[in-house]
């Protein structure tokens, strides 16, 4: 019985899918434009970049599911390469974020754990910080990010704070 | 300033008169291994050169070397070094002489562009390899917009930077952001800007019809928006009442244009050209006909930075102005539109780059169009272009307070430098005419003379301030 549940659960999640790439396709191609080099004078077409090689035509706009496709493909085939400060590869980029929200994280469990076991074993301290909690967690986070950029003066800080302080607040 | 300098221009012992470096006196009087000691310490080609700035300047204030010395008995050396060093600016001098190869303070610099047509000579002078040879290593960081430019360089993330060219100017007066000293070094290039139309306004090219529209602009303290605003009020609209004018990063401008969101903008290239690729719109006008060799950005740091790293600076000029002279030279513009179109610069098709480099490209219109001079790379950072920038400035109310634009110009604007080092360069324009910096300018038709900023001012009709 769960079997044959979760064998309909996924058949559905995989129609949902095709229901969604196909709502994709048909909205981008209500709304790409030809570009056809028909009625332009030569020069004019390759300026376009309407060259003959590629029957002086290409389609512009929103990228439809098969686009998106081949660049996703081109980005996870070669994820590591690295072309200076500006152009790197998908992987080196994840790591970059991953490595971001691991430190930030790891500094607000150094902080928040042992100072939770003192709050909860300590009356008075918990009554004491508890109005200075229930004020600051509710700010959202991103709200943080001009004080510290402004404070900090380092982008790359910045964010790892960021990420400290949103995840040092008790839900 | 220390007792240790190699002249000894604090001891009542040497002899500063004796001869010009005052090196010989002292053998007389010293044993070898105070004369090796010393001598250790002028092998050091910045020290030797402190060094003897000091001295010179100490012969200075006592040119008769006895009543130097009776100077110093009197009142002490350290007394007197004090006192001197408290009246004469030493740092400052040091700086200013700095040899022309001295030692690099900072080799690894983080330089920032905007990805756009403007940023040429200081995108190419990375694989052309200009800033290597001047033995720089210098990490160019694109950066998504304007204000993110003003921001990494007031909290130091920058160490200097692709700016439009008013930036400096209002930065260093706290326009906009909290004020710091801001140089323009060099003007990073000329004309290539545009006016670009959604194409429905095809058949609607007359701007006394614009009432309504909705332009997009790069930044506030922009050539665009200030160029724009000309242009319109030229033609009877006033560009705070009659139009909106909203500032866009200039990537954002193409998808707005798409989309609807504006009837066109005054925009860098190559998004002029790319609206007109991606057939969404076409070239109403050049910034070249509105005022041909109007600055656009500037290549700028920090006074800060300037100060704390002469020498440093001085080799980025080197690299940046060699790089303007590559970008110039006609017969380049295909390769470096090639090697800029990359996507770890500006990301574009190379044919778009092309266009906008050359001045061989099609408006839009279906005409292929030929004008050479449709962008160029003129790196003197005269000081009439600062002038108008902020006559323009204070038409539209971004300055409020009376000023003196000239003053704050040759503040900002390091024309003199500029000259200097395109002196050592052996370059033809070190000596561009008229040497006071001040030539005059004619825009769409009409002459703004910078000995009158406020004549210029009051001879237009639409405007904020009187």
Redesign the interface.
């Known amino acids: 019985m769960i079997q044959s549940l979760r064998l309909k659960a996924a058949i559905l999640s995989i129609l949902i899918f095709l229901v969604l790439l196909f709502v994709w396709q048909i909205s981008v191609q209500t709304n790409t434009q030809e570009i056809s080099s028909a009625g332009m004078d030569e020069e004019y077409a390759l300026l376009m970049g309407l060259s003959p090689e590629t029957g002086g035509s290409r389609t512009d706009g929103f990228p439809a599911p098969k686009d998106f496709a081949i660049l996703a493909w081109n980005q996870l085939s070669d994820p590591f390469y690295d072309r200076g400060p500006n152009d790197k590869g998908i992987g080196i980029q994840l790591a970059h974020s991953l490595g971001r929200v691991g430190l930030g994280y790891l500094i607000a469990f150094a902080v928040a754990v042992p100072l939770g076991f003192v709050i909860g074993m300590s009356p008075l301290l918990y009554q004491a910080l508890n109005p200075y909690i229930q004020v600051l967690k509710p700010i959202s986070p991103l709200a943080w990010m001009p004080i510290a950029l402004y404070t900090i003066k380092d982008s790359t800080t910045s964010a790892i704070f960021v990420i400290f302080i949103c995840s040092i607040w008790p839900c | 300033m220390s007792n240790d300098n190699i002249f000894r221009p604090y001891s009542e012992h040497s002899h500063l008169a004796a001869c010009s470096c005052g090196q010989h006196a002292s053998q007389h009087e010293h044993d070898q291994e105070a004369e090796k000691a010393r001598m250790l310490r002028a092998r050091d080609a910045e020290t030797l050169s402190k060094d003897f700035m000091e001295a010179a300047v100490v012969k200075a204030l006592f040119p008769e070397d006895a009543t130097r010395r009776r100077f110093l008995r009197a009142v002490g050396a350290g007394t007197a070094m004090a006192a001197i060093s408290s009246i004469l600016p030493f740092d400052s001098l040091h700086a200013m002489a700095a040899e022309a190869k001295g030692p690099l303070e900072k080799k690894q610099l983080r330089i920032g562009f905007i990805p756009i047509n403007c940023a040429t000579p200081l995108i190419m002078a990375d694989p052309m390899g200009f800033y290597a040879e001047q033995g720089l290593e210098v990490?160019?960081?694109?950066t998504a917009g304007w204000a993110l430019v003003r921001?990494?360089m007031l909290?130091?993330?920058l160490d200097a930077s692709h700016f439009l060219a008013p930036m400096p100017l209002a930065i260093s007066m706290g326009l906009g952001s909290s004020a710091q000293p801001m140089r323009v070094a060099t003007i990073q290039n000329i004309n290539g800007q545009a006016i670009t139309l959604a194409s429905k306004h095809k058949d609607n090219r007359d701007p006394k019809n614009w009432k309504g529209f909705r332009f997009a602009i790069p930044f506030e303290y922009s050539m665009h928006n200030f160029l724009l605003r000309y242009y319109l009020a030229e033609h009877g609209l006033d560009p705070d009442r009659d139009v909106q004018l909203r500032v866009t990063p200039p990537a954002e401008m193409i998808a707005n244009l798409?989309a609807g969101n504006i009837d066109g903008f005054f925009g860098p290239e190559p998004f002029n050209q790319r609206a007109?690729?991606?057939?969404i719109g076409f070239l109403h006008v050049l910034s070249k006909d509105l005022w041909d060799g109007h600055p656009c950005c500037s290549f700028g740091t920090s006074e800060a930075f300037i100060k704390e790293n002469p020498n440093t600076f001085a080799a980025l000029y080197r690299a940046i102005l060699n790089a303007a002279s590559a970008a110039s030279v006609p017969e380049n513009l295909p390769e470096i539109a090639a090697a800029i179109s990359?996507?770890?610069?500006l990301n574009q098709?190379e044919?778009?780059i092309r266009?906008a480099l050359t001045g061989?490209?099609?408006d839009g219109l279906?005409?292929?169009i030929n004008e050479p001079r449709r962008a160029g790379f003129d790196p003197m950072p005269w000081y009439s272009m600062a002038t108008w920038m902020m006559t323009q400035m204070k038409r539209w109310d971004y300055i409020k307070e009376e000023m003196d634009f000239n003053a704050m110009a040759e503040q900002v604007f390091l024309m003199t430098d500029a000259r200097r080092h395109m002196a050592e360069l052996e370059m033809e324009d070190a000596h561009a005419e008229p040497t006071s910096g001040y030539p005059s300018f004619t825009i769409m038709g009409k002459e703004f003379d910078p000995a009158d900023p406020q004549g210029y001012l009051n001879s237009f009709a639409i405007k904020r301030s009187s």
């Open positions: 990490s160019l960081q694109k921001d990494q909290n130091g993330e798409r007109v690729y991606d057939n990359t996507p770890n610069y098709p044919i778009v266009q061989r490209f099609a279906g005409n292929v």
